[in-house]
C-alpha cells in the first residue's frame, strides 16, 4: 500500500514537474499543486518525520510528531480551491470571510461603523476577492484548510482591542520580540497570555516531556492531545492563533552547552525559565547574564503566584535575587545529585518559606510515598502566567520593571473582597 502510494505521489510530482518545464502549466496555482504534492511525496517518504532527532522545517524544530502547518497565497479562483483540496488531506473548508471583513471594516474605518450601506460596500469589495483574499493556511492535524487575512491584517485585528490600552506603536515593538520559554507546563500560561497579547513573532520552545493526563489541571488541552510532546501542543495551539509566527520547537528539552550555543546564536530578548531542574535553572541564569538578557520566573506556591524578575538587561543581579548563596550556586551548577530533601530545601529557599502553606509543605514531604509529585494548582498557574505576561510586556517596552520577587495570594483577594452596592443610574 505505501508502495503504491509512494509510486503515484511521484508520478504525479514528476509529471506536474516536467508540465511547468515545458510551459504547459505557469499559474501561480500549480506552483502551489506542486508544492503540496512535494510536501506529501515527502511525508510518504518518511522525510519530514524523523523518528529522533530534531528536523528544521519551515524555521521550526520539533519531533516527528509535528507536521508543520502550511500558508498558501496563491490560490486564485474557486476552482483552484476545490483542486487543492482534492490533492491534499483536508476535510474541511474553513472560511470565515464575512467576520474578516467585518472587522476588517471596523479596524479601517472605526468612524464609519454604524454605516451599514459602507459596511455592506466594504464586506463585498472583500468577499468579491474569493480564495484570492488574504492567505489560507491548511493544517495537518486538523485535516483542514481555513482562511486568513494577510498577516499585517490578521495581526492588527488580533490585538485591535489592546488599543489604546496599548498604542499602535507599542504593539509593533511587542510583535517584533524573540522569546525563549523553557519548561512548557506552567510555561504553557505564561506562552498562552503572550500570544495572545500579541507579545513575539519568533518563540523558541524547550521541553522534553509529553502531555500525561496529571497535566491537565494546569495546561490548556484535552485528552486528545495527550501523549503529545508539550511543544507540539503549544506550537498548535500558537499556529491557530496566528500562523505567521515562526517557531522552534526542542524535544530534548534543555541540552547544556548545545542549548546555551543555540541561544548565544539566536539571542531571545527575554528567557521565561519554567523548569524543575535545578540544575538548568541555574545554567539559564549564567546564560542570561553572558547574553544581558532578562529572565522571568513564575512559581505556583499552592494558592500563592510568585514572579520573580532578574534584570540582567539593564544591572548587575545575584542568581535567584540572591536566595541562594553563591556556594549553593555553584553546586547547582556542578550537577551534584541533591536527595529530594535537599531538592525541597532549595526549592523552599527560592520561592520563600513565608509563602510555603502547611498544606504544601505537608504534601511535598509525601513525595514518593503517598503523592508522585509536588501539587500544582491550575488556578494559580493561569494567575501566574497572566502576571508574568504583563511584566515581560512592560520589560520589552521599556517601563521600569525591577529585579525582584512579588507574590500574588489569590486565597487571601478572594476573602478581602468587600460587597459593593451599585447603583442602576452609575452602573454602564
Same mark, same amino acid.
Given at each position: 500500500m505505501l508502495i503504491s502510494k509512494v509510486i503515484k505521489a511521484g508520478f504525479c510530482l514528476c509529471n506536474s514537474l516536467f508540465g511547468s518545464i515545458l510551459g504547459k502549466k505557469r499559474d501561480g496555482m500549480n506552483i502551489v499543486k506542486l508544492s503540496i504534492m512535494f510536501y506529501n511525496f515527502l511525508l510518504e517518504f518518511n522525510y519530514l518525520n +524523523?523518528? #529522533? *532527532?530534531? =528536523? #528544521?522545517m519551515s524555521g521550526t524544530y520539533s519531533g516527528s510528531e509535528w507536521l508543520n502547518h502550511r500558508v498558501y497565497d496563491s490560490i486564485d479562483s474557486e476552482a483552484d480551491l476545490q483542486d487543492f483540496v482534492k490533492m491534499g488531506d483536508i476535510q474541511n473548508v474553513i472560511d470565515p &470571510? *464575512? #467576520? &474578516? %471583513? *467585518? *472587522?476588517?471594516?471596523e479596524l479601517h474605518h472605526p468612524e464609519l461603523m454604524h454605516d451599514e450601506s459602507q459596511r455592506k460596500d466594504y464586506s463585498r469589495s472583500i468577499r468579491e476577492q474569493g480564495p484570492s483574499f488574504g492567505s489560507w493556511v491548511h493544517y495537518p492535524w486538523l485535516s483542514s484548510l481555513v482562511h486568513f487575512a494577510s498577516p499585517e491584517d490578521h495581526y492588527d485585528m488580533r490585538t485591535y482591542r489592546n488599543r489604546n490600552l496599548i498604542t499602535k506603536e507599542e504593539q509593533m515593538k511587542l510583535q517584533l520580540t524573540r522569546v525563549a520559554v523553557i519548561g512548557l507546563s506552567v510555561g504553557s500560561n505564561v506562552l498562552d497570555r503572550l500570544v495572545q497579547s500579541g507579545i513575539g513573532n519568533q518563540y523558541d520552545l524547550f521541553d522534553m516531556d509529553k502531555l500525561s493526563p496529571a497535566n491537565l489541571n494546569r495546561i490548556q488541552a484535552g485528552m486528545a492531545q495527550v501523549g503529545l510532546h508539550k511543544t507540539t501542543v503549544a506550537g498548535r495551539k500558537m499556529a491557530e492563533l496566528d500562523p505567521f509566527i515562526s517557531q522552534h520547537h526542542f524535544t530534548n528539552g534543555y541540552e547544556g552547552d548545545t542549548t546555551d550555543n543555540y541561544l548565544r546564536q539566536n539571542r531571545p530578548d527575554i528567557i521565561i525559565e519554567e523548569v524543575d531542574n535545578l540544575h538548568v535553572k541555574a545554567r539559564l541564569r549564567q546564560v542570561a547574564v553572558e547574553l544581558g538578557v532578562p529572565l522571568i520566573m513564575a512559581g505556583d506556591v499552592h494558592d500563592k503566584s510568585t514572579l520573580d524578575v532578574e534584570r540582567h538587561d539593564i +544591572? +548587575? =543581579?545575584q542568581g535567584f535575587n540572591g536566595k541562594l548563596t553563591d556556594d549553593q550556586i555553584k553546586l547547582l551548577l556542578s550537577n551534584r545529585k541533591f536527595s529530594d530533601q535537599e531538592q525541597i530545601g532549595l526549592l523552599v529557599q527560592m520561592l520563600g518559606k513565608e509563602n510555603i502553606s502547611p498544606e504544601l509543605l505537608q504534601s511535598a514531604m509525601l513525595k514518593g510515598k503517598e503523592l508522585a509529585g509536588i501539587p500544582q494548582l491550575g488556578t494559580t498557574a493561569a494567575i /501566574? /502566567? %497572566?502576571i508574568a505576561s504583563v511584566a515581560v510586556r512592560d520589560i $520589552? $517596552? /521599556?517601563r521600569r520593571i525591577p529585579s525582584g520577587v512579588n507574590v500574588f495570594d489569590a486565597a487571601n483577594f478572594a476573602k478581602s473582597v468587600e460587597s459593593v452596592t451599585i447603583s442602576t443610574e452609575t452602573a454602564l
Amino acid at each position: 500500500m505505501l508502495i503504491s502510494k509512494v509510486i503515484k505521489a511521484g508520478f504525479c510530482l514528476c509529471n506536474s514537474l516536467f508540465g511547468s518545464i515545458l510551459g504547459k502549466k505557469r499559474d501561480g496555482m500549480n506552483i502551489v499543486k506542486l508544492s503540496i504534492m512535494f510536501y506529501n511525496f515527502l511525508l510518504e517518504f518518511n522525510y519530514l518525520n +524523523e523518528k #529522533e *532527532d530534531s =528536523v #528544521e522545517m519551515s524555521g521550526t524544530y520539533s519531533g516527528s510528531e509535528w507536521l508543520n502547518h502550511r500558508v498558501y497565497d496563491s490560490i486564485d479562483s474557486e476552482a483552484d480551491l476545490q483542486d487543492f483540496v482534492k490533492m491534499g488531506d483536508i476535510q474541511n473548508v474553513i472560511d470565515p &470571510i *464575512d #467576520e &474578516i %471583513a *467585518d *472587522d476588517m471594516f471596523e479596524l479601517h474605518h472605526p468612524e464609519l461603523m454604524h454605516d451599514e450601506s459602507q459596511r455592506k460596500d466594504y464586506s463585498r469589495s472583500i468577499r468579491e476577492q474569493g480564495p484570492s483574499f488574504g492567505s489560507w493556511v491548511h493544517y495537518p492535524w486538523l485535516s483542514s484548510l481555513v482562511h486568513f487575512a494577510s498577516p499585517e491584517d490578521h495581526y492588527d485585528m488580533r490585538t485591535y482591542r489592546n488599543r489604546n490600552l496599548i498604542t499602535k506603536e507599542e504593539q509593533m515593538k511587542l510583535q517584533l520580540t524573540r522569546v525563549a520559554v523553557i519548561g512548557l507546563s506552567v510555561g504553557s500560561n505564561v506562552l498562552d497570555r503572550l500570544v495572545q497579547s500579541g507579545i513575539g513573532n519568533q518563540y523558541d520552545l524547550f521541553d522534553m516531556d509529553k502531555l500525561s493526563p496529571a497535566n491537565l489541571n494546569r495546561i490548556q488541552a484535552g485528552m486528545a492531545q495527550v501523549g503529545l510532546h508539550k511543544t507540539t501542543v503549544a506550537g498548535r495551539k500558537m499556529a491557530e492563533l496566528d500562523p505567521f509566527i515562526s517557531q522552534h520547537h526542542f524535544t530534548n528539552g534543555y541540552e547544556g552547552d548545545t542549548t546555551d550555543n543555540y541561544l548565544r546564536q539566536n539571542r531571545p530578548d527575554i528567557i521565561i525559565e519554567e523548569v524543575d531542574n535545578l540544575h538548568v535553572k541555574a545554567r539559564l541564569r549564567q546564560v542570561a547574564v553572558e547574553l544581558g538578557v532578562p529572565l522571568i520566573m513564575a512559581g505556583d506556591v499552592h494558592d500563592k503566584s510568585t514572579l520573580d524578575v532578574e534584570r540582567h538587561d539593564i +544591572e +548587575e =543581579v545575584q542568581g535567584f535575587n540572591g536566595k541562594l548563596t553563591d556556594d549553593q550556586i555553584k553546586l547547582l551548577l556542578s550537577n551534584r545529585k541533591f536527595s529530594d530533601q535537599e531538592q525541597i530545601g532549595l526549592l523552599v529557599q527560592m520561592l520563600g518559606k513565608e509563602n510555603i502553606s502547611p498544606e504544601l509543605l505537608q504534601s511535598a514531604m509525601l513525595k514518593g510515598k503517598e503523592l508522585a509529585g509536588i501539587p500544582q494548582l491550575g488556578t494559580t498557574a493561569a494567575i /501566574g /502566567g %497572566a502576571i508574568a505576561s504583563v511584566a515581560v510586556r512592560d520589560i $520589552l $517596552l /521599556g517601563r521600569r520593571i525591577p529585579s525582584g520577587v512579588n507574590v500574588f495570594d489569590a486565597a487571601n483577594f478572594a476573602k478581602s473582597v468587600e460587597s459593593v452596592t451599585i447603583s442602576t443610574e452609575t452602573a454602564l
